[in-house]
């Protein structure tokens, strides 16, 4: 029991010890959010003399329930604009706030990288806790969280001559007696990856492009009037973009998602808490941004998780960012 004691006092006192570290790690991944312009309309509407969807915002008096409709209704046309988008692009940084005991919170930063030309669906994945943050991670955490999940880089493809995404992905050990690391920082602040390693497989496609069936969802969590506890909806005439703040009910988390979290996260009593959802979407009907604060935690809440993912969407009218040679690997390791 001392003993116990003992290492929980030890793990407590190391976790204050790097609090530091993480507050800066977590300030270097904000986005610089600079208004941008917004896409013209889709072609199969019909501008008017506005130029911009003709929609009816609910106002102070509406009810819940209208509010969540046209939150509902919103989602899925901005959703269903950019699988229609011949090309498009999307940019996450995310942040997985781990907490130990209830102690302090241990970042361990991300970022990904999406590109979608015509059928083609490029993607990239960078989780890069940083040497400090590894050192201790090894030292304390040990197996609690897998590195396949907690540190790695992972580059995917897929096109309409497939009907599966193939994915390169390497992590510690990922090629066996010690062979393979996750990626890190130079020091110039790029990237570096060494993909010789890595374990190719075969995913499970989803949707993403016109000329599939089905329907293009940002989320895995379902966004409907039942999943909706409460919301709120206003609209920025400066900007040009309705901004809609909504809460998820995590007692409905679609099972394979739920599924998803256990497995990736090694702990098999994970259970989400409380899901805040903040959208943007364009008055053109395109996604802009897309921020998620998902919480998580385990029996005893032993551990527990805070989701921390923030989207920005990119179309044809920002051409240097459908270029897949802007981003790091992209043009070399997502392939066939």
């Known amino acids: 029991m001392a003993k116990k004691i003992r290492t929980t006092i ?10 530091t570290i ?35 915002v609910p106002d102070e008096n509406a009810s819940q329930d209208e509010i969540k409709a046209f939150v509902v209704d919103l989602y899925n046309l901005a959703c269903t604009n950019y699988q229609n ?13 781990m907490i130990i005991l209830s102690a302090s919170k241990i970042p361990v930063p991300g970022t990904r990288y999406c590109v979608k030309d015509g059928d083609k669906r490029y993607y990239l994945d960078f989780t890069i806790p940083g040497e400090d943050m590894l050192k201790f991670m090894d030292s304390i955490m040990g197996d609690m969280v897998p590195p396949q999940s907690s540190h790695y880089a992972e580059a995917t493809y897929t096109d309409a001559s497939m009907d599966y995404v193939v994915s390169r992905k390497v992590y510690k050990d990922c090629g066996g007696n010690g062979i393979g690391a996750g990626p890190l ?68 988390v679609p099972e394979e998602l739920l599924n998803s979290l256990r497995t990736n996260s090694g702990q098999p009593s994970a259970v ?18 897309y921020h998620a604060l998902d919480y998580w935690q385990t029996d005893g809440n032993f551990m527990a998780s805070e989701l921390d993912f923030e989207t920005i969407y990119y179309y044809d009218n920002e051409p240097e960012k459908i270029d897949i040679g802007n981003y790091p690997y992209m043009a070399a390791m997502c392939h066939k």
Request: hydrophobic share 35%; charged share 25%.
């Open 10 to 19: 030890v793990v407590l006192v190391l976790l204050m010890s790097f609090l």
């Open 22 to 56: 993480f507050v800066v790690v977590l300030d270097s991944f904000n986005f610089d959010m600079v208004e941008r312009e917004a896409p013209d309309l889709p072609l199969y509407y019909d501008p008017g003399d506005t130029g911009k969807l003709d929609l009816d």
């Open 85 to 97: 988008a011949e090309k498009a692009a999307f940019e996450v940084r995310y942040t997985t706030n």
């Open 185 to 252: 920082y130079a020091e110039d602040g790029s990237i570096q990856v060494d993909w010789t390693p890595a374990v190719v497989s075969e995913q499970k496609k989803t949707v993403y492009a016109a000329y599939q069936d089905g329907q293009f969802h940002h989320t895995d969590h379902s966004v409907t009037v039942d999943t909706i506890l409460e919301a709120s909806v206003t609209y920025s005439k400066e900007y040009g973009y309705y901004t809609c703040e909504f809460t998820l009910d995590p007692q409905k």
């Open 272 to 289: 989400y808490t409380k899901l805040v959802q903040t959208m943007t979407v364009w008055d053109t009907g395109y996604l802009r941004t």
